[in-house]
T-cell receptor, first 109, second 111 residues
Framework: GQQLNQSPQSMFIQEGEDVSMNCTSS?????WLWYKQDPGEGPVLLIA?????ELTSNGRLTAQFGITRKDSFLNISASIPSDVGIYFC?????????FGTGTSLTVIP | NAGVTQTPKFRILKIGQSMTLQCAQD?????MYWYRQDPGMGLKLIYY???????DKGEVPNGYNVSRSTTEDFPLRLELAAPSQTSVYFC??????????FGEGSRLTVL
């Protein structure tokens, strides 16, 4: 299957700080998705990207579809305690979606 | 708004037993997927379907079977359960093969 490398694996930040995470793939993707998962729940879609170079925001979240189509970035500005959770990237080269291993975010009040 | 509904939410199986995880969506999505998530890991695709009557294998299909007789339902069958199938299973649906919408998951333990 496709390899999706997501980094960092975990982050511990102070409330109010900005956060950046990224995903890289070994092949070209047509779609990049970013999800957040809270404990015991299913992933919830944050942002969807469909075009190389696309930059999309959702409140304090901003994501970009890399120009090479092999990477994507997610930024969270001015973090708050409810941002705690695991963030996953997902990429789609065809009919299948492949997921990264996740970035665990802890926000310290 | 139901979205994607999975049942059961929790289940304990003995080695060698069989069971079916149910998944239903009310959004009229053509595409449906089954993923498993092991602790600390991302989601691995088991099977997917692009429409009623059409299914295909994902990355980790061994030990599982699926069927898609209607647009709404996409059950996942485990035959001869093994401890390696202990996991959290997520069903998802997608309109026109774009965003994935997930259910809340089914937590399976095989002892």
């Amino acid at each position: 299957g496709q390899q999706l490398n997501q980094s960092p694996q975990s982050m511990f930040i102070q409330e109010g700080e900005d956060v950046s995470m990224n995903c890289t793939s070994s092949s070209i993707f047509n779609t990049w998705l970013w999800y957040k998962q809270d404990p015991g729940e299913g992933p919830v879609l944050l942002i969807a990207l469909y075009k190389a170079g696309e930059l999309t925001s959702n409140g304090r979240l901003t994501a970009q579809f890399g120009i090479t189509r092999k990477d994507s970035f997610l930024n969270i500005s001015a973090s708050i305690p409810s941002d705690v959770g695991i963030y996953f990237c997902a990429g789609q080269p065809g009919n299948q979606f492949y997921f990264g291993t996740g970035t665990s975010l802890t926000v310290i009040p | 708004n139901a979205g994607v509904t999975q049942t059961p939410k929790f289940r304990i199986l003995k080695i060698g037993q069989s069971m079916t995880l149910q998944c239903a969506q009310d959004m009229n999505h053509n595409y449906m997927y089954w993923y498993r998530q092991d602790p600390g890991m991302g989601l691995k695709l088991i099977y997917y379907s692009v429409g009623a009557g059409i299914t295909d294998k994902g990355e980790v299909p061994n030990g599982y079977n699926v069927s898609r007789s209607t647009t709404e339902d996409f059950p996942l069958r485990l035959e001869l359960a093994a401890p390696s199938q202990t996991s959290v299973y997520f069903c998802a649906s997608s309109p026109l093969d774009r965003e994935l919408f997930f259910g809340e998951g089914s937590r399976l333990t095989v002892l």
